[in-house]
């Protein structure tokens, strides 16, 4: 007979429950998270040439998926809150996709993938909002954690 998984959200009643992390020590920690935002050639030249009808797209995006990191305890029921202390948010672009990394750092109890990982969303959803006027067949891949470092 295997012993049943705990899982760490849930309480022994099985209802949802945020994870204690208040024995765990203060690090430092850092992750990076990367997706894609696949879209036609075309898209790609009229970014490059900022010539989209939306204006500055790149620059919104990366605003919005900063916002988005210092957001996520909000937008994700049991991530606890952070102090942030970096976020950087990079585009790629490619011959039909533009790659968005998003690494985030902080000196906490527990990590910031999930953070990582939101700003790689939002700046993804942005860029398919701010893009979507002149490209219908548009779609987000790929979103994953791609490190995470805790010293």
Not at 42 to 54: D, F, H, N
Not at 69 to 88: E, F, G, M, S
Not at 103 to 131: F, I, S, W
């Amino acid at each position: 007979m295997t012993a049943k998984k705990k899982f760490s959200h849930l309480d022994a009643k099985g209802a949802a429950s945020m994870v204690d992390v208040g024995q765990k020590g203060v690090v430092f920690r850092r992750a990076t998270a990367r997706g894609r935002l696949l879209c036609a050639a075309s898209t790609i030249r009229l970014l490059k040439e900022q010539a989209l009808p939306k204006g500055d797209v790149l620059g919104v995006a990366r605003i919005a998926g900063i916002q988005a990191v210092k957001r996520t305890a909000d937008l994700i029921p049991l991530c606890h809150p952070l102090p942030i202390h970096q976020i950087k948010i990079d585009f790629k672009m490619m011959s039909r996709a533009i790659e968005i990394d998003c690494t985030v750092a902080t000196e906490a109890k527990t990590g910031v993938e999930m953070e990582a990982l939101t700003g790689v969303a939002v700046a993804a959803l942005t860029l398919y909002d701010m893009c979507k006027a002149v490209d219908k067949g548009m779609r987000i891949s790929d979103v994953r954690v791609m490190e995470k470092i805790k010293r």
